[in-house]
């Protein structure tokens, strides 16, 4: 009967002490786990504010006006190299527009159609602004930087 008892005080000892090692690793791995996972999080969020900012620096401001009211403002993100006429291009391809130009050698693009609406009809043609002023280059030369306003406009010839 003694070796019985004393047995069952060792079972209960091992048991206990399985136990409590057990609840240890399981604490342990709990909270290393949660440290993983809070580094996840921080980093997620780092990478989406910065790319958050990084968006909202290289929008542009793009707007088409086809005359009498018909205006459509887009937000457009910036490439490398982003030029009027590219930006044109992307948004015909992302809306789902056609656009027709013809290209001179040396000179650059002459946007003649955008949307089913050309040039010369009721003496209006499509001419572009960056920021308010008319620039004397073709589309495919001017250069769009973060922040610019694009204006297409269908309007009589100021020339």
Do not use: C, H
């Amino acid at each position: 009967m003694l070796k019985s008892n004393l047995n069952s005080k060792l079972a209960f000892l091992i048991l206990g002490i399985l136990a409590i090692g057990t609840i240890y690793l399981f604490e342990r791995e709990s909270l290393s786990t949660e440290k993983e996972i809070n580094n996840l999080t921080q980093k997620e969020t780092a990478i989406s504010e910065g790319m958050v900012g990084q968006i909202a620096q290289e929008r542009v401001l793009y707007t088409i006006d086809k005359g009498e009211g018909d205006v459509v403002s887009y937000q457009m993100i910036l490439s490398e190299n982003s030029t009027v006429f590219s930006l044109l291009e992307e948004l015909a391809n992302r809306e789902n527009f056609k656009i027709e130009f013809t290209v001179y050698e040396g000179m650059g693009v002459l946007v003649e159609d955008i949307d089913e609406v050309r040039n010369g009809t009721d003496n209006k043609y499509w001419q572009y602004w960056v920021n308010e002023e008319l620039p004397m280059v073709a589309a495919d030369k001017k250069e769009i930087k973060e922040g610019d306003k694009v204006e297409w406009k269908f309007v009589p010839s100021p020339f």
